[in-house]
């Protein structure tokens, strides 16, 4: 039956929407594991090198006991030093480990059932709800709904409160015009933004050098000009374009060019580039680039999991009748797609596609053009106790003679 | 998925940074061991011995650490390969984002699922929070009219449903579009009560349902909703049951003598609408003492009864309210998930092909959902299989038939046309547009 088959879990199709649960800890893993190789490598060098030197010294007289005794110190500073960070990359594993377990018993729920009218399903559903709206929330920067939400339904481990968090502060404070933040993270990530091409630290360098070039003062355009010999021009066959802007944008104080794109309503074109460089906008603009850039690397989907879901499903729910103008039923229906909640939202996508009819069994056409099926008007007929041989109109609440209704035949 | 699990089980918990820094602690004890010998002396001899010595095994020491490294790495090489088998990366459909832009409005559909779910310290701190970023704000929607001097929240509630009920009945089939979003704040205190009743009627507590039930009668009513009968017969077979049963006191108003007293006392308005159920419900008093064996039997059965008196009170609470009993949020993003593959079957072939993805009015490719999840008559038109629009409207012929307005257009000749399923043919003017 067609039914049976729309209603059955496809297992290894029905987890696209929470391929980011597993994947992002995972990515987190490796990133937590590259940092901490990397400061191992680089403690344990210097302490080798610094035990080296201070052997050979010491054997060849040329320094003192104390002297031993200082770069022993000097080691065993950088080894606490060491330990200190590797216990807290140790920790941070332990939580993501922690985090992929439960993300995987959590998922390996659905593998015991086997069709959606399962309860069971109904209420892994639920919970698969409660994630997208988290991860909506964290997304959208409404963090403490998103932390509320998530320990009312005790799953932290299921859901990524710390990544979408630190994401948002560094996205804050590019709206709020500091580009520190965001290097400082470039710089944790420089290897992996290397790698997807990212031009994520040029632009925020761009933008450090344009800030300099709008206040003006000769210290600061001299300041300017080391800035972009230091991070733009080696760029140069990268982004000619912008490269060669930023020399540009020297000749282009801020003062005159709001001036004369004022005067010249755009005209000038020469001027219209510059403005773009000097305006404000261009901060949200490093902010999405910033975001889209995290998300890249940590193999989050661009858009929030809700949105891909709602997308899809408003699209498949709807019909034609959802939006139309006699759908008398609207409200007091229950399709979700007349709801009060979603039907505006669902104005944005396309209606289902069917290649053959749904109807109920026995269709009855009343004389006011409405046509239900036999058994719900027989039954509503009870229901209002109305005489014997009349119906009612689910709708309209007209009442007719039974011997008025004409059959109808859906082929 | 079990695979993975597995997996993931057998990982050596061996493989973990902490074992690097167990290694790293065994450096800062021979370092601190070193330092204690030189100290100890301060004599350039032991201090070049001392480190010469040193040399060796604090090498060994560090290249315990790397390795220890390298087997973490890979543990984590292993997980990442059991993650690609058990859960393929296919990237999902992000290019065309219909909902953006759309954030106040699924910001007050967010809203109102967490309203309805009854978690409303949530929903608070998510409309303070919406409400705090002016840009975010929710959508702006007119607020109801609420007679604040009544003071009394079922009383208020009440002249909503006679207003609603009104504006239903004088406007006919079209709502006021202003009725429905209804104020937080209000529908906090709505669900509040829903949730109350609903607390009361799971310890098998009848009366503030009847009670609701009764305030909006008229409401339920023109719904063609029972409910109100449904609680008070309930009621009538929780009393027959008696103390045994029901665990209320063993007076006058409980067990059978009780439950007749309530018929008497409430059934009088059901009368006329459901005679013969009351009938039925009295003339059991004659089988009491062996019920089971009775043609009653399957009135009085009661065990599933308040769960299914619980979900139908939900379901006329909310429809009241003019909304659903299940959240729509819900239905939407399991629906979504049930219909994703397709679309990205669909959007991956689109991409291979070149062709792009063209938002027209309808999918290209079918969706198909649950039973559960249809909610509406489709008709397509069984000659150019299209579905029937309001522009492109379902079109009876005298037969019987139903074809699509367009086909219909195209199938006359002149102002006759022949039914392509049955012998017969008609006149285009006997056709006549039917709403299913």
Not at chain 1, 154 to 171: G, H, P, Q, Y
Not at chain 1, 269 to 296: C, Q
Request: proline share 5%; net charge neutral; glycine share 4%.
């Amino acid at each position: 039956m067609a039914d049976f088959e729309a209603a059955k879990i496809v297992h290894e199709n029905h987890l696209l929407l929470d391929q980011p649960l597993l994947r992002l800890p995972y990515e987190l893993l490796r990133k937590n594991f590259r940092s901490a190789h990397w400061t191992v490598e680089k403690e344990s060098t210097q302490v080798k090198t610094l035990l080296k030197d201070s052997a050979t010294a010491s054997l060849n007289g040329r320094s003192s006991p104390e002297d031993v005794l200082k770069s022993l110190d000097t080691m065993l500073a950088k080894m606490r030093g060491l330990k200190r960070k590797l216990s807290s990359y140790a920790d941070e594993e332990a939580r993501l480990y922690r985090q992929v377990g439960a993300r995987v018993s959590h998922l390996s729920e659905l593998s015991g059932m086997h069709t959606v009218d399962d309860v069971r399903y109904q209420e892994w559903s639920r919970q698969r709800l409660d994630r997208l709206l988290v991860d909506y929330l964290l997304r959208h920067g409404y963090s403490a709904s998103a932390v509320a939400m998530a320990d009312k339904k005790a799953m932290r481990d299921l859901v990524d409160i710390e990544t979408f968090m630190s994401m948002n502060k560094i996205r804050k404070s590019l709206e709020d015009g500091s580009v520190a933040e965001a290097l400082a993270w470039c710089n944790e990530n420089k290897k992996e933004l290397r790698k997807m091409d990212s031009n994520l630290e040029f632009m925020l360098r761009y933008q450090q050098y344009i800030e300099l070039v709008r206040a003006q003062t000769t210290d600061k355009l001299v300041e300017a000009i080391t800035h972009a010999k230091k991070y733009l021009i080696p760029y140069k066959d990268t982004y000619p374009r912008e490269v060669h802007q930023a020399a540009g944008l020297l000749a282009f104080p801020p003062d005159r060019v709001a001036r004369e794109t004022s005067v010249s309503n755009g005209f000038l074109s020469v001027y219209v580039p510059y403005a773009a460089l000097y305006s404000p906008d261009r901060w949200k603009e490093l902010a999405d680039l910033f975001v889209h850039t995290h998300n890249g690397l940590l193999a989050l989907p661009a858009s929030p999991l809700l949105h891909i879901a709602l997308s899809s499903g408003l699209s498949a729910l709807k019909t034609p009748a959802c939006h139309g103008s006699h759908s008398a039923a609207k409200g007091s229906s229950v399709c979700p797609v007349c709801s009060t909640e979603l039907n505006e939202l669902a104005r944005a996508v396309p209606y289902a596609h069917h290649s053959k009819s749904h109807v109920e069994h026995d269709l009855l056409l009343l004389p006011n053009g409405r046509v239900y099926g036999k058994a719900k008007l027989e039954d509503y007929a009870a229901k209002s106790g109305l005489p014997a041989d009349n119906v009612k109109d689910l709708v309209t609440g007209d009442v007719y003679p039974q011997d008025k209704l004409k059959k109808v035949f859906i082929t | 998925m079990e695979v993975l699990q597995n997996d993931l089980r057998s990982l050596n918990q061996a493989s973990r940074l902490t074992s690097a820094v167990k290694d790293v602690d065994l450096i800062i004890a021979e370092l601190t061991a070193a330092r204690e010998q030189v100290a100890a002396t301060l004599d350039t001899h032991t201090a070049s011995l001392t480190m010469t010595k040193l040399q060796n095994p604090l090498k060994e020491r560090f290249e315990a650490v790397n390795k220890d490294l390298a087997n973490v790495s890979k543990a984590q090489k292993k997980l990442g390969k059991s993650l690609d088998k058990a859960l393929p990366p296919k990237p999902l459909p992000t290019e065309h984002d219909a909902m953006e832009d759309r954030t106040a409005l699924i910001n007050r559909a967010i809203a109102m699922h967490l309203l309805r779910e009854g978690e409303f310290e949530v929903a608070s701190t998510f409309i303070t929070e919406t409400q705090d970023n002016p840009s975010l704000d929710l959508s702006p929607h007119s607020p109801i009219p609420i007679p604040t001097d009544t003071g009394d929240a079922d009383q208020s509630m009440s002249d909503i449903d006679d207003e609603m009920s009104h504006s239903m009945s004088t406007t006919g089939t079209t709502r006021h579009p202003d009725l429905l979003p209804l104020q937080s704040q209000e529908l906090q205190e709505k669900f509040t009560d829903m949730y109350r009743i609903l607390q009361d009627l799971r310890s098998h507590n009848l009366m503030p349902a009847i009670e609701w039930a009764r305030q909006n009668s008229e409401a339920l009513e023109a719904r063609g909703s029972n409910f109100e009968f449904e609680l008070s017969k309930l009621q009538y077979v929780w009393l027959f049951k008696g103390p045994a049963t029901n665990n209320l006191p063993d007076d006058a108003r409980n067990g059978r003598s009780g439950a007749l007293s309530y018929a008497r006392a409430n059934f009088g308005r059901f009368q006329a609408r459901h005679l013969r159920e009351i009938q039925q419900l009295a003339s059991a008093m004659v089988y009491a003492p062996n019920l089971a064996d009775s043609p009653y039997a399957a009135v009085f059965a009661s065990d599933t009864a308040f769960s299914d008196v619980a979900a139908s009170f939900t379901r006329e609470f909310c429809s009241l309210l003019g909304l659903s009993a299940e959240s729509p949020l819900y239905v939407a993003a399991t629906a979504g998930a049930l219909a994703l593959p397709r679309l990205l079957k669909y959007t991956s072939a689109a991409r291979a092909k070149g062709t792009a993805w063209t938002t027209a009015d309808e999918l290209a490719f079918e969706t198909p959902l649950p039973q559960r999840m249809v909610y509406h008559s489709i008709f397509v038109c069984p000659v150019s299989k299209e579905q029937t629009t309001e522009a492109n409207p379902p079109m009876m012929i005298p037969c019987g038939h139903v074809l699509a307005k367009e086909t219909l257009t195209k199938l006359c000749k002149g102002t006759r046309f022949k039914c392509p399923y049955c012998p017969s043919d008609g006149n285009i003017k006997d056709a006549r547009q039917i709403i299913l």
